[in-house]
């Protein structure tokens, strides 16, 4: 959403977004899915883009981490982080109580 204010004519973004907890045993499960994926993580990339969404999961433990990100469309050989990504978009959605889900 965006508004304007009597101090600023510049509209200014707002976002809102509401928190659920989710059980152990889903957390679980998310992990395990995303464990089970196997990618290359650097592949050459080309072109040029004016807009779009940028996509992303980022790994953190005192031992390793990772972060992978993409532009709009993910390399094919990362098909199946994309598509985990976005069921687990699905999964978190579905947690949301219903007013709050769209």
């Known amino acids: ?50 807009d779009g969404v940028t996509f992303g999961i980022h790994v953190k433990n005192p031992y390793l981490s990772a972060s992978l990100t993409w532009w709009c469309d993910p390399p094919d050989a990362w098909a199946p982080l994309a598509q985990w990504f976005h069921e687990t978009v699905q999964t978190f959605q579905n947690q949301l109580p219903q007013e709050t889900a769209s």
């Not at 510049?10 to 995303?34: A, F, H, M, N, W």
């Open 1 to 50: 959403m965006w508004h304007r204010d009597s101090d600023n004519p510049l509209p200014k973004p707002d976002t809102y977004g509401p928190e659920v907890r989710i059980s152990g045993d889903l957390s679980q499960s998310i992990r395990s899915k995303l464990a089970l994926i196997s990618l290359p993580p650097f592949l050459p990339r080309e072109g040029i883009g004016l």
